[in-house]
């Protein structure tokens, strides 16, 4: 099925920015849905943002207002751009595509991940 690549990761100070993105261009399995997701150490990964085919949004409550989900369709490439980052976003994340599903998760399809590390 190809792959997912994200990029973007890095270390950055609390209050600064970030931009992830995850080329799909080689990936040959569905992105009707594409999300991201986050592990932190010790916890389980968990939705951070998704957005469907006809760009509808949903976002986790800890990072509403301050993450910003988007796609460049012509790229074949999914944004995740991080505002107002905090200690607490610490860790990696994930891309996601899949046919379908609240949070993608019907032929959930994951990139190998990129570190995000915010200090205080």
């Known amino acids: 099925q190809g792959q997912l690549v994200e990029s973007g990761g890095g270390s950055v100070q609390a209050g600064g920015s970030l931009r992830l993105s995850c080329d799909a261009s080689?990936?040959?399995?569905?992105?009707?849905?594409m999300a991201w997701f986050r592990q932190a150490p010790g916890k389980e990964r968990e939705g951070v943002a998704v957005?469907?085919?006809?760009?509808?949004?949903r976002y986790a409550d800890s990072v509403k207002g301050r993450f910003t989900i988007s796609r460049d369709n012509a790229k074949n490439t999914l944004y995740l751009q991080m505002n107002s980052l905090k200690p607490e976003d610490t860790a990696i994340y994930y891309c996601?595509?899949?046919?379908?599903?609240?949070?993608?998760?019907?032929?959930?399809?994951w990139g190998q991940g990129t570190q995000v590390t915010v200090s205080s």
């Open positions: 080689e990936y040959t399995g569905s992105t009707r849905c």
């Open positions: 996601a595509a899949a046919y379908d599903g609240a949070w993608c998760h019907v032929s959930r399809y």
């Open positions: 957005r469907d085919i006809v760009g509808n949004t």
